[in-house]
């Protein structure tokens, strides 16, 4: 006779040494987010973030030894954010739109998540567009390569989505990951033009982003009065609540 034995196994919460560490950490990526924002992350070195929290030099390298190792933290919390929004908002509208127009409405509703997440977030935001977009190689070695890892992953699951509407007969025939990289690149350029706002009202990032995505989507082939219903379809829910991200 066998007698299965479980132990329960309880986590010890944290004491208060750690406590004090994850604030600390918390802090010092709130502070490099935010310097990324303003200045640029030409700002972002070790010296300056340690003069901007008041700390030695050497009591930020117990965290970071290293920029490389600071904005590959950053980079890599603002890519896991970006992409839990993005499955949240697909999850949230998976049964929200009608069949024939589910595969562009879920495209449009990525453009609206990613135009909320640039105004939510717009550290977050101005970080992952400063990194990718920096001809230099900021984050080295095995880091670099995990990193851009996890982007890759989040532009694939982004062209699963491009190749559902080329099967649906939605878009023309074309390379799904392409367009994916496309999509993200011109929806990028166009909010990040947030500022010029201030100085004219007519510029409206986030319309031309949705803009931006219906002329990407029309070009790619997909049949204008098709898009334009399922815009419609997005824009309606996003208002009743159901799914998307309200503007």
């Known amino acids: 006779m066998f007698v299965n034995v479980v ?4 986590e010890r919460p944290p004491g208060p040494r750690a406590r004090a560490r994850q604030r600390r950490l918390e802090e010092i990526l709130a502070a490099g987010l935010e310097l990324v924002r303003t200045e640029g992350i030409e700002a972002l070195t070790t010296h300056r973030l340690a003069a901007e929290l008041g700390l030695a030099v050497g009591a930020l390298y117990r965290y970071f030894p290293s920029k490389a190792a600071l904005v590959a933290a950053l980079e890599g919390r603002c890519l896991a954010l970006l992409g839990e929004r993005l499955e949240a908002v697909l999850l949230a509208t998976a049964e929200v739109y009608p069949p024939e127009d589910a595969a562009l409405a879920r495209l449009l509703v990525l453009e609206r998540a990613y135009g909320a997440f640039a105004r939510e977030r717009p550290a977050e935001f101005a970080l992952l567009g400063q990194v990718l977009a920096d001809p ?5 070695g095995a880091e670099g390569a995990a990193l851009m890892a996890s982007t890759l992953k989040l532009l694939t699951r982004v062209a699963g989505l491009f190749a559902e509407c080329e099967r649906a007969g939605l ?6 990951l392409e ?8 929806l990028r350029g166009a909010l990040g033009l947030a500022k010029l706002r201030a100085h004219s009202s007519a510029v409206d990032a986030e319309r031309l982003s949705m803009e931006m995505a219906r002329v990407l989507l029309l070009g790619m082939g997909a049949p204008p009065a098709r898009l334009a219903r399922a815009a419609s379809v997005v824009r309606g829910a996003a208002a009743a609540g159901a799914g998307g991200t309200a503007r």
Do not use: F, I, M, S
Not at 7 to 10: D, G
Not at 136 to 140: A, G, H, N, S
């Open 7 to 10: 132990h329960e196994v309880t």
């Open 136 to 140: 230099r190689t900021l984050v080295p």
């Open 171 to 176: 878009l023309g025939p074309g390379d799904a």
């Open 179 to 186: 367009r994916a990289v496309l999509y993200w690149a011109a």
